[in-house]
Nanobody
Framework: QVQLAESGGGLVQAGGSLRVSCAFSGHTFSSRVMGWFRQFPGKEREFVAAINWSGRTTRYADSVKGRFTASRDNANNLVHLQMNSLKPGDTAVYYC???????????????WGQGSQVTVSS
């Protein structure tokens, strides 16, 4: 059973940076993709980024491209989302998830972390 746990969210001023990390454990395979999603109050989860096992292939939502970077440290079972130039509109709960495709749909991801709150003040 795969387990995911986020850490590193918090409060930051607009223009600042935060890194959210996801610790994963259980049976993961080289064909798996780690995705990042976020959820605004009263909204569905939306795709933010995805990264393959090697870390060489990534995919980003247009809204975060150039500001957010996904990376992974398989030796320590960690995936990171570095968020720079944060805006108040980035305020959301951020989730990591594991799936088998680079889909932007949360339905394609099987395992989820508990979420980490990121708040950007103006």
């Amino acid at each position: 059973q795969v387990q995911l746990a986020e850490s590193g969210g918090g409060l930051v001023q607009a223009g600042g940076s935060l890194r959210v990390s996801c610790a994963f454990s259980g049976h993961t395979f080289s064909s798996r993709v780690m995705g990042w999603f976020r959820q605004f109050p009263g909204k569905e989860r939306e795709f933010v980024a995805a990264i393959n096992w090697s870390g060489r292939t990534t995919r980003y939502a247009d809204s975060v491209k150039g500001r957010f970077t996904a990376s992974r440290d398989n030796a320590n079972n960690l995936v990171h989302l570095q968020m720079n130039s944060l805006k108040p509109g980035d305020t959301a709960v951020y989730y990591c998830a594991e799936g088998s495709t680079y889909s932007t749909s949360p339905d394609e991801y099987e395992y989820w972390g508990q979420g980490s709150q990121v708040t950007v003040s103006s």
